[in-house]
């Protein structure tokens, strides 16, 4: 459909990934029907028309940035970062996930966090992007008068919540991107990885598979995370480009991408090569094995031999021939063997709880990513899935840069109008103390009695939205809370917390307990001082005081959770919140 907009506007969807990243973006016109196009061109790569960056960045002593992307991979970049000691910064981006095992993931360059290489990261890309369209237009005037109206898609993966979002939200601004006020906030949408791929294979899927289908999972194979999510069109219709979709299970992740493949292989290689003259082409092989071997591996009858040294190198006994390695399909087997098992039992657990939740049978996946291009991982899938009844499909069109692509259609066209409540949010709310509740006759000596005279229990939680919950687009959830004070100038200023509960109660009670099952994942500071001052007097067996009622409402209809809280001025309602 044209666009309707009345100014030109341009979207760039950033896809960062573990090992390599893109940029979709597509230059909204009035009355022109929007395109969706790709970066294909970045500086240091050796042949263009790749639509992907490798994810590095080098850093000297002082933490300045040296190098990024395929510049980085360079051989005089690398020799002179040898010989000026920088640090190289790869898959930095599982670093941004606390609750992430780090043990086999390269340590961040000292005096850096993950934050800040992200940061450094979104700069040199959206530059990149600027260049190329500068470039692709013929000067910078089209660019310089579209820079204010342009809006920011970034991608992430499924278990990435409010924390780390919250980081990319950072680096955006920090990058100079777009600016830390109210329309730079508004031009930042972030979106689940796995969201994106859903919109990216509706698009592709040929209209000879769409018959039948009503009920799918995509499996999006990455660098580092291998990302599941599962949907069913809306009012039992089935699936087109013009079907609307419901969540049916909990989006989730499994580390098990690409690299862990790498890392496998490199460990076999120490191992093999320990106390050897070739110790010290470790890197090199092991590079090389990512760039070729891993890509063509199908099957155990294969053998590769792999490029690292010199062509009058051989050694029988270790497999070196001409100064290859030669590595045979069964040893290469047990490289890809643990992510295969990490990734059936993930996409079990997946399909069993989207069944389960919506009593719906998942009829089909679908396998996207740079990992997905793997023959051996997809026949592995797919011979799994055969057992189920279940189809695998592999999207011919663009499968290692389905995230940038959903994401743009994404925002032009959002498919997902219902999605599920990852967890149980809510907020500070004592209870009164109810005589006839075994739970409150034990929590007794915890009770306090109220300016009013009431008697209420501390460390109470109110729930507003239960884990599992489907949300629709454009609806709130709230609950009612109430503040009090002897003093009116006390209840100027009101804070109020959004807890989330992680554990295994849908509908907890108390924050006193399972303590390291609970994360404020938001505060809100509120000006009710207007308000304030118009608070009639109130009775209660203390004396005189004061009570202001709010509303804490939630709004899961986007990707991300917002905030507010509502109260009553003057006649008219009040809103504020994230």
């Not at 780090?102 to 260049?131: G, Q, V």
């Not at 643990?338 to 069993?352: G, R, T």
């Not at 989207?354 to 740079?370: E, H, N, P």
């Not at 409150?440 to 306090?448: I, L, T, V």
């Amino acid at each position: 459909m044209p666009y309707k907009g009345k100014k030109r506007k341009l979207i760039l969807a950033i896809d960062i990934g573990t090992t390599y990243s893109g940029v979709s973006f597509c230059l909204l016109e009035p009355g022109l029907v929007p395109e969706i196009s790709f970066v294909t061109r970045y500086p240091g790569q050796l042949h263009g028309g790749d639509g992907k960056v490798q994810s590095f960045v080098f850093y000297d002593r002082d933490g300045n940035v040296k190098a990024a992307g395929a510049e980085a991979t360079q051989d005089e970049v690398e020799r002179e970062a040898e010989d000026n000691s920088w640090m190289l910064a790869e898959w930095w981006k599982l670093h941004l996930q606390e609750s992430c095992h780090l043990e086999s993931i390269p340590p961040l360059p000292p005096h850096k966090n993950p934050l800040e290489i992200l940061t450094d990261f979104i700069r040199y890309i959206y530059s990149c992007a600027k260049n190329y369209l500068i470039e692709l237009w013929g000067d910078s005037t089209s660019w310089d008068s579209i820079e204010d109206a342009i809006e920011i898609v970034l991608t992430h993966p499924n278990s990435w919540e409010d924390a780390v979002q919250q980081q990319l939200r950072q680096a955006i601004v920090r990058a100079g991107v777009l600016p830390d006020d109210q329309d730079g906030h508004s031009r930042t949408h972030l979106l689940t990885e796995g969201e994106a791929c859903l919109h990216h294979c509706i698009k592709n899927l040929p209209i000879k598979l769409r018959a039948d289908l009503k009920n799918v999972v995509i499996a999006d194979a990455g660098g580092g995370t291998v990302d599941f999510s599962s949907y069913t069109t809306a009012r039992g219709g089935k699936i087109s480009p013009t079907a609307r979709f419901r969540e049916v299970a909990i989006p989730k992740s499994v580390l098990a991408g690409s690299i862990h493949v790498t890392k496998a292989f490199e460990k076999y290689v120490r191992k093999h090569l320990a106390g050897t003259r070739y110790e010290g082409g470790i890197d090199r092989v092991t590079r090389e094995f990512d760039k070729t071997a891993k890509l063509r591996f199908r099957d155990n009858s294969q053998t590769f031999y792999i490029n690292f040294a010199s062509t009058t190198d051989d050694d029988e006994t270790l497999g070196i021939s001409r100064g290859q390695l030669k590595v045979s399909g069964a040893v290469a087997e047990n490289f890809f063997a643990p992510a295969l098992a990490l990734v059936i039992d993930a996409l079990d657990s997946q399909i069993d709880e989207a069944q389960a939740l919506s009593d719906k049978v998942i009829q089909a996946v679908f396998l996207v990513g740079g990992f997905a291009g793997n023959e051996w991982l997809y026949t592995g899938i797919k011979s799994h899935l055969e057992q189920k009844g279940i189809d695998l499909f592999r999207p011919d069109s663009h499968t290692n840069k389905a995230t940038p692509h959903g994401a743009l259609i994404y925002y032009l066209d959002n498919f997902v109008t219902g999605r599920l409540a990852r967890w149980t949010y809510g907020t500070d709310c004592d209870p009164i103390y109810n005589r006839e509740d075994p739970e409150h006759q034990k929590r007794k000596n915890s009770s306090y009695e109220d300016l009013s005279g009431h008697l209420y229990l501390k460390h109470g939680f109110g729930v507003i939205l239960p884990q599992f919950t489907r949300v629709e687009h454009n609806k709130l959830f709230s609950c009612s809370v109430v503040r009090e004070n002897k003093r009116r100038e006390a209840l100027e200023i009101i804070t109020v917390r959004i807890l989330a509960y992680r554990g295994g109660e849908q509908y907890p009670r108390w924050t006193d307990v399972e303590h390291d099952k609970w994360r404020v994942v938001g505060k809100i500071e509120v000006d009710t001082s207007t308000v304030a001052k118009t608070l009639r007097p109130l009775r209660g067996p203390f004396g005189t005081y004061f009570e202001i009622e709010l509303n804490v409402m939630l709004d899961f209809s986007l990707t991300e959770l917002k905030a507010f809280v509502q109260w009553e001025e003057k006649g008219k309602l009040k809103r504020h919140g994230s």
